[in-house]
């Protein structure tokens, strides 16, 4: 099932993309083709983790990426733990990495973690000897959010090579915005993002393939996808705008916007949705929108990282 990939040392874990070569993550997108067509059949399941069993140790709320990394898992036949915090010896006050200690004894052979602290997937890391994936830590990364973008673009023009994204919104507060401005410069995009001043962090204006703009016009001129962001409001103490409406008016992604884009260009948002806030409901359920298509291909890009951190073999 997965592509060949040259012999450069495999990842054992997904935190995020810095040990993961073009090669890699490109044999990781060309697998999860193979994984819509299981998601296709009648019967929608494959032997492949056949006996493995899968850990969902979610310490922050999640709806679209723990249901999609469950439903994976189940998929190619795994067992899966779920472990939640709240009723757990964390709301206690156990530290994460005697929880850990605690949840190997049980013989896991992967963990999916999604935690409110950034590094919180490279502690658990550090703390098993098991495969981790980052199914977000804090504003760091949340790199399977990124796949299953990149995804959801190459189907639509065949390669992400050339192609210019733009991400207009809560960059400052966004693991998906830093996930993807260091994934997609990596498979050939140019990458663009656009907010107001206070919620765009300097940092990342040094990332290679990586534009910043406070223009929404200029970021969105000549795009070929545009992706809004949630305005993260639990995570603003406040400063960061002078008011909602005055976002919506000036960076919400319309279809008066998208005006200034290629022909033909489409529109994601990775979830929730603030409807008419960050983008108006023409646009997340107009022709342009591939948002719906970013949750079903969530399901086969999580099979496709399990299968290759799991089973692929050199």
């Not at 898992?73 to 200690?101: H, I, N, Q, W």
């Not at 999604?114 to 504003?139: E, M, Q």
Request: glycine share 8%; proline share 5%; net charge neutral.
């Amino acid at each position: 099932m997965m592509s060949p990939t040259p012999h450069t040392a495999r990842p054992r874990h997904l935190l995020d993309f810095q040990e993961w070569t073009p090669e890699r993550l490109t044999a990781l997108l060309d697998n999860a083709d193979t994984m819509l067509q299981v998601l296709d059949r009648p019967v929608k399941k494959v032997p492949a983790l056949q006996g493995q069993t899968i850990c969902t140790a979610f310490f922050e709320n999640s709806t679209r990426t723990r249901t999609s990394f469950e439903l994976a898992a189940r998929r190619m036949s795994a067992d899966v733990f779920t472990f939640a915090a709240g009723s757990s010896s964390v709301s206690k006050g156990e530290s994460l990495r005697d929880t850990v200690e605690v949840l190997t004894q049980y013989k896991v052979d992967a963990y999916v973690v999604r935690h409110h602290a950034s590094g919180a997937a490279h502690l658990v890391a550090r703390y098993t000897g098991k495969p981790v994936i980052n199914a977000g830590d804090g504003r760091r990364a949340h790199p399977t959010q990124a796949l299953l973008d990149a995804y959801t673009i190459r189907q639509e023009y065949g390669s992400l090579e050339g192609k210019k994204v733009t991400i207009i919104g809560d960059v400052r507060h966004s693991r998906v915005a830093r996930s993807n401005a260091e994934l997609l410069p990596k498979l050939g995009a140019q990458v663009t993002l656009c907010g107001p001043a206070t919620l765009l962090p300097a940092d990342l204006a040094a990332l290679p393939g990586v534009t910043v703009t406070s223009d929404p016009r200029e970021a969105v001129r000549g795009a070929h996808a545009v992706m809004a962001l949630r305005l993260q409001q639990e995570r603003m103490s406040g400063g960061y705008l002078s008011s909602l409406q005055e976002y919506a008016d000036t960076y919400q992604v319309n279809e008066k916007l998208m005006g200034e884009a290629e022909s033909g260009a489409i529109v994601l948002h990775p979830g929730p949705m603030n409807r008419d806030l960050e983008i108006s409901t023409e646009a997340a359920d107009g022709p342009r929108s591939r948002i719906l298509r970013q949750v079903e291909n969530g399901q086969a890009i999580r099979m496709s990282v399990l299968y290759h951190l799991l089973v692929g073999r050199e």
